[in-house]
């Protein structure tokens, strides 16, 4: 107000303000509705959560608002009271993303008394979606409400329950708490009662006092919650407003003003007491309040009484109620009755109708609201307190009709409905079982109601199981059941109070604190950790010693005293007195009754037990820990633990449930995949504490069911699966190694349990010594060594079987089976109790049978090399040798996996293995597999005894060994270290298998793990794991169901950050490590055998196979040092293994060695050095020459250096420098000739390794490429092998390019090469005699005859030892030869190199060869015949290079041999680019005509190239030999081309004066050779003169007419075109042209009189032949080309008769000579005139 205002009216002001004051005093406590607005929460919710901001400012006005009401039609505004909570639809609002928001409301209403019913708000709001004029009625009022909405927090801080309790205690007080709203929901939750809870909810909705008399107009209603009738009796239980006390004795309503039928807003919330008696009510007491003071009117008048009892027949009564109101106080005793019983003399309001609406809401963990449950918890309480006769409703039972009630009320508890048993599972649960464990008394009889209470129990738990889907856990376990058991249940009998045995004093209460509410374990319970009774207890940290000390920690960890069992109000007592109860102790154990009851039950009731089998299991594991705990059974012998009736009806059990998963497999598949992980859980389970023989008998039992079954299924799979499924189960037992009895001998003990306790057989763990018993038995599945290891046995046959490739139907379950072996030796390898190594190897030896498994298996295996190399795996033994070979190794185990019996059945039966088909198909295994299998093979070779490795070794037979060989073969392939660039290209892949496996692996091989890896592991998710450590120790994961456990492809992370690539990439080169020097190992523990044995010489080959195929590999250093080591010691060992058995390998290893001396490692260098140094002493030691090492070394450095593409010249160097050093200081050798030779062969390396250094500079120039190659070859002339090894080398790149006929050539020069040695060596006549018999093929061989001094005699050791020289390689030689040939069209040569095979095969008599030879001959004569003038061999070119920048090249003159039909311009853009891009385009330059270049005149800065078509040149007494289109094509050495010039120097002139150079090259091999390029060696020029230019033009032109017209069939188009040339008028420097320049007149010099003569010759036949093609032509012609002909005709005629003059004209000097002589003779003056006509 201004303060203008203020001082004017200040009498006012004050007078007002003690108005306002009286006014405050007076009626302060009373309030009245003033004015609503309305939220539409969905857009808040929408618009705060889609724009991206931190906190927003929403502000909604009017108009807003209209526009997004009108948005949905389903939006509601709660009422208050409305418990049918209308929520908005299903609109799935996502919070996830909600921003904090600031919500700022201007637009209120005020709220008019008439008009307050939820009815009327709700048509304003629907008013408000449609703008009306109903709004416009409302009165606005002008204020402003700002709230703050922000998303929960995960934990809130000083939080309060819907009690008021503080969740935790506050550290400070001053905070402001945050509270917990109750929620009702809409839907019905499923959550068992887990805190105490009773709050009681009440909603005054409506009056009516329209009909009352009297002035009752400001009504108000006061509400009390009472214990008795008097006032004082209100109880301060009514939860306060947040300003006030926080409870309060009383709660008044809204005064709606001046209306005599109110509408009322209020929530009342009441504390409920735990005890309820008939007295307890609510009490409403009807206000009418005057505003104004006048005299005598009190402040509050009552004007009316109401009352609701809460307890009608002991139950708490709710609902909606419409009450009539007294006008009196109530009387006396009114409490226990219901105002609707018309009292005598009360007055009531419009004659005790009901006028006041008022609905009441319990929300309670003490009274269930359900009619079916009361009665049954109020049996149970009756017979607990022995109060009889019961109220239940109206009902009254008598003790003798109370059996039968219960009976009943049991059977009821089905009908009731599913929230309230859900809510009150666990003590319905508990009441159950307690009337199964302790029967009634009733009237003096025992009532067993053992059945009823089962029956109930399965129906219950069924119900639960259907009904609440969402609720199961990965196993489809009911999570609320999971957890009674896990947390809730425990055996009635072991009272809570009473003091118990065992660790951490039991007894004492254990407050039912634990299991409230905490902010850690939400009411869920944490379920992913319940399991039963575990063998591996996630609690549990350190390693139990024995399995019973396991049974009490895990009681220790779980029994909770359920003293919260009692929360019903039926179960007030403390405990459970007998006295009081009139039972008789007739206890019962639980597990022995449900035992009895599963067995006996029926029909529809053991159909649900089976169900849910996992859950009645789980309780019985636990009933009985909990007897044997509570009884201090543990340390009792483990059969005299339980009774022998029990036994039996655990047998009965588990043999009628077996016989229920075989016999409806196929029908409830996913009900019997349950009942079959159940049951192998719980026999898992019973080997923790009953008798362990027994428990192996209940799986033999199983066996033997599923055995019977399998031999009638035509397709065993399924079956056999879920068989694995049960034995992986049970092998994740924690003490499945000691189950196995790692120790004891393989004789069969007295029973299969030896040790009385456990306790004992783990700390006798280890300790025995092996007796040197027959090793195969425990290297076989023999009957000892399966009934010794019981488990490891049936593992192990599984796998025999499934990996059988006789086993039909059994390919998919390949990877599972070898996941189940695997996954337990990952398990055994991380499990800290088996670290040591003695240990270990104990528990290897369970798995020895599993080498002689997977050697059976190494033709299925997949095969790793052949991504590795070409050559593929060197499988020593064929198929078939596989088939003979399998001796009893798994005829036997597939036998006794059939019968699943411990007596081996000789025979194979016929069940499912159908017999095997002759040739059979190996079906392979995917690499995962495969991969996962060699792990295992490694992790046994790795942890088992070497001595007793040894020992079997020697047992085997070389076959078997070699097999074995195969294997590591195959594994050094298989675990090759792949590179990080592998990992990330994977990882680019959009879905990626997880490396899952490849962690296991790197446990399963490398041992411990270090924390950092670790801590990587974790991070990945792959942990879900108990702090104990071990990654399998604890096998949490492996529990139920296979797509839990760990080979589940995890697909969800699908891009990898570097670190983890790294990690990766770190991971496999360590498992590539470690999996090499396993293999290593047993390499030498086989070359051990062999020297022990001193036979099996055989198999050392083998080995050195493996180690030089891991030396080929991608190695680590620390690897390849002990593989250099082992090298050296079996070369220096069995040094004539190499230099005389295994040649080959010798090379190889010359390879290998020389690699890793070019390696860029150290370590790696010095270790390679010294291996090759060592490798040439020996070699010097056993015949004072090393000239086999010598070659090999020679011959691999050139084909590393040939093939290899990252090679590093220098490091090798470095390499051969040591290797001198060594020989150098050597002083044993130092007087013989070993230094030198060893200097000799240095030094012929470098040469080598210069040579290929050119090679590698010009990767890029194919001939020059082919010149330094076969310079090299060149170089190596005296070593044949060497040579060999270069023409092969460039017999390839020719092949490469397609040149065919020069890759044919370098075969025939590598034949020749053989030929020439091997007659040398054998002296056979149908051999060719050396190079001269090649002759015909190419006459450059002879360069192959070993004739010169330095030859090596091949009988010298080392020489010619190569595989090619011997008749084979020759053979093999020759036909890749014919091929090349045949590819290059050159038929002819294929009939040559044939002619030299056919003798051979002849002399074999090899028929068959013979038949393919003809076969291919006839081939390539067909197609000469066909495809005669339309083959084109080669074109060629004259390349001179000239300029310093060509250094070797430089005046270097060559013949190119191009492709047919390449263009001059062709070439010349090639080779300009390529050099041009070598030394700049500015630099080389094309000179672009043919003649003599001079060197002075060029630009010593350029590059000059001249290039010249030439062709083929014969002399004339070499045509008569050649005639064929291929005769003039091959074996060319002389090339000519013609360069035509004037004297004066310019390049064409005038016909006169128009001179020609022939230019004649000799080249210094014949084409083709087998290079495409070759040295001009020799040239020589002639040079026409004009007339001789004439005469070969005219010759040339008469050949083209004569060939025009005698072509067959005739060509007219062709012949018109060359008469056109020749007869035509305007043809320039034509015919007519050159006659009139050269015979006109007869030239002075007579040295050209023959010239002229010849020409004039020239012209006449020229003449003849023009007459003869127009003849040609005529005949050819259709009656349109007439004309034509005419025209053609006359030209000739014109022709003919300018030509007729100069023809004739004779060069009288040539005839003076002959005319004397003849003129006296007639006869000759005839002749000669004859002669001169012409």
Not at 486 to 500: A, I, K
Not at 918 to 932: D, I, K, L, Y
Not at 1206 to 1216: C, Q, T
Request: proline letters at 5%; glycine letters at 4%; hydrophobic letters at 35%.
């Amino acid at each position: 107000m201004p303060p203008s205002f203020v001082l004017q009216n200040k009498e006012k002001l004050e007078k007002l303000k003690s108005q306002a004051d009286q006014f405050c005093q007076r009626l302060g406590k009373y309030r009245m509705p003033f004015a609503w607005t309305a939220i539409h929460l969905m857009n808040i919710v929408s618009s705060a959560g889609s724009l991206e901001r931190d906190s927003t400012e929403v502000e909604i006005s009017t108009g807003e608002r209209k526009g997004s009401w009108s948005e949905r039609r389903n939006s509601s505004l709660v009422g208050r009271r409305s418990l049918e909570r209308t929520t908005s639809g299903d609109d799935s609002c996502n919070l996830t993303s909600f921003r904090p928001a600031t919500l700022t409301v201007t637009n209120f209403f005020k709220q008019e008394g008439d008009r307050l019913s939820d009815e009327d708000l709700y048509k304003f709001l629907a008013d408000m979606r449609r703008p009306s004029s109903v709004l416009r009625r409302l009165r606005p009022i002008t204020a402003q409400l700002k709230i703050d909405i922000s998303p929960a927090p995960e934990n809130p801080h000083y939080c309060l329950t819907p009690e008021l309790l503080q969740v935790k205690l506050y550290p400070d007080s001053r905070v402001r708490p945050t509270r917990e709203i109750l929620e009702f929901p809409a839907r019905d939750v499923y959550v068992p009662n887990t805190t105490y809870r009773n709050l009681l909810y009440i909603y005054p909705q409506s009056l009516n006092f329209a009909n009352r008399q009297g002035s009752a107009r400001n009504i108000t209603v006061k509400v009390q919650f009472m214990y008795g009738e008097d006032p004082s009796n209100a109880m301060p239980v009514i939860f306060g407003k947040s300003s006030c006390s926080e409870f309060s004795k009383e709660a008044y309503t809204a005064v709606v003003y001046h209306n005599r039928s109110p509408d009322f807003h209020e929530e009342i919330k009441v504390k409920l007491p735990a005890t309820l008696t008939d007295h307890h009510h609510l009490l409403f007491t009807f206000y009418h309040v005057s505003c104004q003071q006048k005299q005598n009117t009190p402040l509050e008048t009552p004007v009316g009484y109401t009352w609701i009892p809460m307890l009608q027949n002991g139950r708490l009564k709710t609902g909606q109620f419409c009450l009539p109101v007294s006008l009196e106080k109530p009387p006396q005793a009114y409490s226990v009755l219901s105002p609707e019983v018309p009292l005598p003399g009360m007055k009531w309001v419009d004659n005790h109708k009901g006028v006041f609406n008022v609905e009441v809401v319990a929300v309670s963990s003490i009274h269930t609201q359900d009619p079916y449950l009361d009665k049954f918890f109020a049996l149970v309480n009756a017979l607990d307190e022995h109060m009889f006769p019961v109220r239940i409703g109206d009902m009254r039972i008598m003790e003798n009709n109370l059996e039968n009630e219960l009976k009943s009320s049991i059977a009821a508890l089905n009908s009731s409905q599913l929230e309230p048993v859900v809510r009150f599972l666990y003590l319905l649960l508990d009441k159950l079982i307690l009337l199964v464990v302790r029967p009634p008394v009733i009237a003096g009889q025992i009532v067993n109601l053992g059945q009823a209470s089962f029956e109930a129990m399965a129906s219950i738990i069924n119900r639960l199981h259907k009904n609440l889907e969402g609720n199961h856990d990965q196993h489809g376990r009911n999570s609320l059941l999971a957890s009674y058991i896990y947390y809730v249940f425990r055996l009635p009998n072991t009272y809570p109070n009473s003091p118990s045995p065992g660790p951490g004093g039991l007894g004492g209460s254990v407050h039912y604190a634990t299991m409230a509410r905490s902010a850690v374990r939400p009411a869920s319970l944490n379920l992913n950790r319940s399991r039963s009774l575990s063998n591996s207890n996630p609690d549990i940290s350190g390693t139990p010693t024995s399995p019973d000390d396991e049974v009490r920690s895990i009681i220790g960890s779980k029994a909770m005293d359920r003293s919260c069992n009692r929360m019903s109000s039926h179960t007030e007592t403390s405990s459970f007195l007998q006295t009081l109860t009139g039972r008789l102790p007739t206890k019962k154990l639980f597990h022995e009754e449900l035992a009895l009851q599963w067995v006996v039950c029926s029909g529809s009731v053991r159909e649900s037990a089976l169900q849910q089998a996992w859950f009645f299991f789980e309780l019985m594991v636990k009933s009985m820990v909990h007897h044997l705990y509570f009884n201090d059974k543990l340390d009792a012998p483990r059969k005299s633990r339980f009774p022998e009736r029990f036994m039996d009806d655990i047998a009965a059990l588990v043999s009628t449930i077996a016989s229920d998963i075989v016999s409806r497999f196929q029908k409830d598949t996913e009900m019997v995949e349950r009942l079959n992980t159940s049951l192998a859980f719980f026999l898992n389970d019973l080997l923790s504490v009953m008798d362990r023989g027994f428990v192996f008998s209940l799986i033999k039992t199983c066996y033997k069911q599923v055995s019977s079954k399998l031999y009638s299924l035509p397709t065993p799979s399924v079956l056999v699966s879920l068989r694995l499924d049960f034995l992986r189960i049970i092998c994740s037992h924690e003490h499945y190694v000691t189950l196995n009895l790692p120790c004891s001998l393989l004789t069969p003990p007295a029973s299969p349990s030896p040790s009385v306790s456990s306790a004992t057989s783990q700390s006798s763990g280890f300790s025995t010594t092996v007796q040197d018993q027959k090793i195969a038995n425990m290297f076989e599945l023999s009957v000892p060594f399966r009934q010794q290891h019981y488990l490891a046995g049936l593992v192990l046959t599984e796998l025999a079987v499934i990996l059988d490739p006789d086993a039909e139907g059994l390919f998919g379950l390949h990877k599972k089976v070898i996941n189940m072996v695997h996954n337990l030796l990952s398990s055994h390898d991380s499990d800290p109790r088996y670290s040591d190594p003695q240990i270990k190897a104990r528990v290897a030896m369970l798995y020895l049978p599993l080498i002689g498994i997977i050697m059976e298996t190494v033709p299925q295996l997949y095969d790793f090399t052949e991504t590795h190399n070409q050559r593929g795996r060197p499988i020593c033994i064929a198929t078939d040798d596989y088939e003979s070979e399998s001796g009893s190794m798994i005829s036997q185990t597939v036998a006794m996996a059939i019968a699943g019996t411990s007596v081996p059945q000789l025979t194979r039966p016929g069940s499912f293995l159908l017999t095997s088909t002759s040739g059979r198909q190996h079906t392979t295994f995917s690499a995962e597999s495969s991969r996962s299998l060699l792990i295992c093979l490694l992790w046994v070779l790795k942890n088992a005894d070497e001595t007793v490795l040894q020992k079997w070794f020697t047992d085997l037979s070389v076959l078997q060994l070699n097999r074995l060989l195969d294997l590591l073969y195959l594994c050094v392939s298989c675990f090759e270290y792949k590179g990080k660039k592998v990992f990330e290209r994977m990882n680019s892949l959009t879905f990626k298998k997880s490396k899952d496996m490849r962690a296991k692996l790197e446990e399963a091989i490398l041992g411990s793990i270090g924390a950092r890896q670790e801590m990587v592991r974790r991070s990945r998710g792959q942990l879900e794991r108990s702090p104990s450590g071990s990654a399998f120790g604890s096998q949490e994961n492996l529990r139920w169901r296979k797509d839990m456990t760990h080979w589940r492809q995890n697909t969800e992370k699908l891009d990898k950050s570097r670190a983890e690539i790294e990690h990766e990439a770190l991971i496999d080169g360590n498992l590539a490590t470690e999996a090499n020097l396993i293999i290593l190992d047993t390499l030498e523990i086989v070359v051990q055998t062999v020297s022990v044995t001193e036979s099996k010489e055989s198999i050392l080959g083998g080995v050195l196979k493996v180690l030089l195929h891991s030396m080929a590999c991608n190695q680590s250093a620390v690897y390849l040092q002990h593989c250099f080591a082992t090298q050296r010691a079996l070369v220096s060992k069995f040094p004539e293994l190499l230099f005389e058995e295994e040649t080959e390998q010798c090379a190889d290893l010359c390879l290998r060695l020389l690699r890793h001396c070019s390696s860029s490692i150290g370590t790696i260098r010095s270790h390679a050095s010294a291996s090759l140094y060592l490798l040439m002493r020996q070699n010097f030691e056993i015949g004072n020459n090393f000239a086999r090492v010598k070659m090999q070394v020679t011959m691999s450095l050139s084909s590393l250096v040939g093939t290899s593409q990252n090679f590093n010249e220098e490091f090798l160097r470095r390499s051969l420098k040591t290797i001198l050093t060594y020989a150098e200081e050597d002083l044993e050798l130092r007087e013989t000739t070993f230094p030198d030779q060893v200097q000799d062969l240095v030094f012929n390396l470098h040469m080598i390794l210069s040579d290929t250094v050119k090679m590698k500079e010009h990767q890029e120039d194919p001939e020059m490429l082919i010149d330094l190659m076969y310079r090299i070859a060149k170089g190596y002339q005296t070593s044949p092998d060497l040579r060999l090894t270069w023409l092969q080398n460039m017999a390839g790149k020719h092949s490469e390019r397609s040149n065919h006929a020069e890759a044919a050539q370098c075969l025939v020069h590598s034949a020749a090469l053989v030929a020439e040695y091997l007659s040398m060596l054998e002296d056979r006549k149908y051999l060719p005699v050396g190079c001269v018999t090649f002759q015909n093929i190419s006459s450059n061989v002879l360069e192959e005859s070993a004739v010169s001094d330095d030859v090596v005699s091949p009988d010298e050791e080392g020489i010619c030892s190569g595989k090619y020289f011997t008749e084979s390689g020759l053979v093999g030689l020759l036909e890749q030869a014919a091929a090349s040939f045949s590819m290059a069209g050159m038929y002819e040569a294929v009939n040559e190199v044939y002619k030299i095979l056919i003798p051979i095969h002849e002399a074999n008599r090899d028929a068959k060869k013979l038949s393919t030879i003809h076969g291919k001959l006839q081939e390539a004569f067909s197609k000469i015949v066909h495809q005669d003038g339309k083959r084109m061999f080669g074109t060629y070119f004259r390349v001179g290079f000239y300029g310093t920048k060509f250094g070797d090249l430089d005046e270097q003159e060559f013949v190119y041999k191009e492709p047919a039909i390449t263009k001059l311009a062709e070439i010349s853009h090639r080779l300009e680019g390529f050099y041009g891009e070598r030394f700049g385009e500015d630099v080389v330059e094309v000179i672009k005509d043919s003649n003599p270049v001079d060197k002075c005149k060029l630009d010593p800065n350029k590059a000059y190239i001249q290039i010249t078509y030439v062709e083929p040149y014969f002399d004339t007494y070499e045509m008569k030999d050649r005639i064929t289109y291929f005769d003039k094509n091959y074996n060319l050495r002389r090339f000519m081309y013609c360069t035509p010039f004037t004297l004066d120097g310019r390049a064409h002139g005038e016909l006169h004066e128009q001179f020609k150079r022939k230019t004649i090259l000799t080249t210094s091999h014949a084409f083709p050779y087998i290079k495409t390029r070759v040295n001009v060696t020799h040239k020589e020029e002639i040079i026409l003169t004009p007339i001789e230019v004439a005469i070969e033009d005219m010759q040339k032109k008469t050949q083209e007419l004569a060939f025009a017209t005698h072509q067959d069939p005739a060509d007219p188009k062709m012949l018109q075109m060359v008469l056109q040339g020749s007869v035509g008028t305007t043809v320039n420097q034509g015919p007519l042209e050159v006659a009139q320049v050269f015979l006109s007149e007869i030239p002075s010099d007579p040295k050209l009189f023959r010239h002229h003569n010849k020409l004039r010759l020239c012209f006449k036949d020229f003449t003849k032949r023009c007459e003869d093609a127009l003849r040609k032509n005529k005949s050819l012609i259709g009656p349109d080309q007439k004309e034509y002909q005419r025209e053609l005709e006359r030209n000739y005629h014109r022709l003919k008769e300018a030509l007729q003059p100069l023809i004739n004209r004779k060069i009288p000097q040539l005839y003076k000579a002959v005319l004397p002589v003849t003129c006296h003779r007639d006869s000759f003056s005839r002749m000669s005139l004859r002669k001169m006509d012409l």
